[in-house]
């Protein structure tokens, strides 16, 4: 059969182009340890292990078709939350950050754009509502009425479930070693045995995936080899090795979704991506009813169709692919290498100390209530930090009231800034040169950060939504994301939500306040990512428009 005659509801496939050598090899019975760490994960190439989990205690019991709903709601218990995803383009869930989906590891600060807490029992609720009267439930209006509702209206979304389709478990932590408590369902553990082959594997981490309705995921690959095992319903898996790249058109490097295509999986502008015509030419696509199981190596894209009630689980572990350098493989290496190369170091824990300390009274003058104003209880160092950021803002709107400009947007800032830096060196002291916003942020430590934008928030919230919209540039958004992120390794789940509930407050439109900060993440990789091709390679790169 041609790929190209397929669509995604057909069966089994190999296109037609895609080298024999790359094709996924069937095992019927499952091999030894042995086997497959000499035979199967050396050839980087997908596997598939027909009825490898079907003795599993979860292929037997969380059938949602037979009573497993019930079973996992009573196992997993009523008090117990788990992150799920939303999409706003109905039932597929496209790998940009923009639109919902998180790729990789997660960055909580942009947790309400993408993602809701909702209590486990309440999706199995829905679940069993759906499963009662499947074509009873809502399309993505309702979707897109949730994802409207403030970042901390748990309660709102996870009673809006019952009649939104596009909901998604995903990633939801089993086992995860780098961040114990992430681990939401760790009981579930008790109903999955790891396969024979795999033991002895160092896992990143164990997870599960459960639809509601029908979706599709967007085409993307993973860091990691990934065991991918269905144990309720139908998985349609098509694969695509690295070397398929330029019929894919992966996202940019420097990009917050760079392991993501960017061609639609439903409306494909071939037009715009002229080599996306013959990718199904070099794919494959493998089905996974329950008990089957899938290896899919490190770097190979996949695009996954999931049918009603889907549940499965994926086990994620560390490779050693760099030191087989395969020549299929140097598409995926190229951009991972460019990639690693455009990181900056991360700033040293030595801090220079911050300017003249400024009497409170400086800032509390325009507070309009000094008795209880959150400022009290700021160091001075962080005050004077606080006062500095606000007299650039005030600064600037004086100096754009003056001279009668509008202000620009923050896209329009990114322009600008990038058409006037083509030379930027790839230290952090020249970088910081170029941002006073970022040489005021980095000293701060990331509780004194978080403060600080809390008595901003509450305090002068119309210079915060200045700040962040019309002054943050590139520089500023990447340490101030960087911040964020070791903020969140100090607090709980809980203060995370409450600091960025008030943190996005202020904004009148919360998306621009996130789309700001991930343009200018983008154009600081961008940047850097220029300076590695000029000192390296000896080339220059345009920015894609």
Aim: charged residues 25%.
């Amino acid at each position: 059969m041609r790929a190209e005659d397929d669509d995604a509801g057909g069966g089994e496939f190999v296109g037609a182009r895609l080298d024999a050598g790359l094709r996924a090899a069937r095992f019927a019975s499952p091999p030894s340890a042995d086997e497959f760490a000499a035979a199967v994960e050396p050839r980087n190439a997908p596997a598939v292990f027909r009825g490898v989990v079907k003795d599993w205690t979860a292929s037997s019991r969380w059938d949602p078709r037979r009573g497993g709903l019930d079973y996992l709601r009573e196992k997993v218990g009523p008090d117990v939350d788990v992150e799920a995803m939303m999409s706003s383009t109905g039932h597929v869930f496209y790998g940009d950050l923009r639109s919902h989906e998180r790729a990789g590891a997660n960055a909580a600060y942009l947790a309400p754009r993408f993602q809701v807490l909702v209590p486990f029992s309440k999706f199995m609720n829905s679940c069993k509502s759906y499963l009662r009267c499947p074509n009873a439930s809502s399309d993505s209006p309702k979707a897109q009425e949730i994802l409207k509702e403030p970042a901390s209206s748990e309660e709102g979304c996870s009673s809006s479930l019952e009649s939104c389709d596009q909901v998604y478990l995903a990633q939801v932590s089993i086992l995860n070693t780098e961040n114990k408590e992430r681990c939401s369902l760790e009981v579930l553990k008790e109903d999955i045995q790891e396969p024979t082959f795999l033991r002895g594997k160092p896992f990143s981490s164990i997870n599960i995936w459960m639809n509601r309705a029908h979706l599709r995921s967007s085409t993307h690959y993973d860091p990691h080899h990934n065991l991918l095992c269905v144990v309720a319903g139908c998985k349609k898996v098509t694969l695509w090795p690295p070397s398929s790249s330029p019929y894919l058109y992966p996202m940019p490097v420097y990009g917050e979704a760079s392991n993501h295509s960017s061609v639609s999986i439903e409306e494909p502008d071939y037009s715009r991506y002229t080599r996306a015509r013959y990718m199904k030419e070099y794919s494959e696509r493998v089905i996974l009813n329950c008990g089957d199981a899938l290896f899919i190596p490190e770097g190979w894209y996949h695009q996954v169709d999931s049918d009603d009630l889907t549940i499965a689980i994926n086990f994620w572990w560390k490779s050693r692919i760099m030191n087989e350098m395969l020549e299929h493989m140097d598409a995926y290496f190229l951009r991972r290498i460019l990639s690693r190369c455009t990181t900056v170091c991360q700033p040293t824990d030595e801090e220079s100390g911050g300017p003249e300390q400024l009497k409170q009274k400086q800032v509390n003058s325009d507070s309009s209530d000094k008795k209880d104003s959150p400022l009290q209880t700021l160091e001075p160092s962080t005050l004077q930090a606080l006062y500095e950021l606000i007299s650039l803002v005030h600064n600037s709107a004086e100096m754009v009231s003056q001279n009668e400009i509008t202000e620009p947007t923050s896209q329009d800032a990114y322009c600008k800034q990038s058409n006037g830096s083509k030379k930027i060196a790839a230290d952090d002291s020249s970088l910081l040169e170029k941002d006073p916003i970022a040489k005021i942020i980095l000293p701060l430590k990331p509780l004194e950060l978080q403060s600080m934008l809390l008595a901003m928030a509450r305090t002068f919230p119309r210079t915060l939504e200045a700040l962040v919209l019309n002054m943050l540039g590139p520089i500023g958004a990447e340490i101030l994301t960087r911040k964020f992120d070791e903020m969140d390794q100090q607090a709980t789940k809980e203060q995370q939500s409450e600091f960025y509930k008030t943190f996005y407050s202020v904004f009148d439109d919360q998306y621009a306040a996130m789309d700001a900060l991930l343009n200018g993440k983008e154009m600081f990789s961008f940047q850097v990512f220029q300076s590695v091709l000029r000192q390296y390679i000896g080339v220059h790169a345009d920015r894609p428009k």
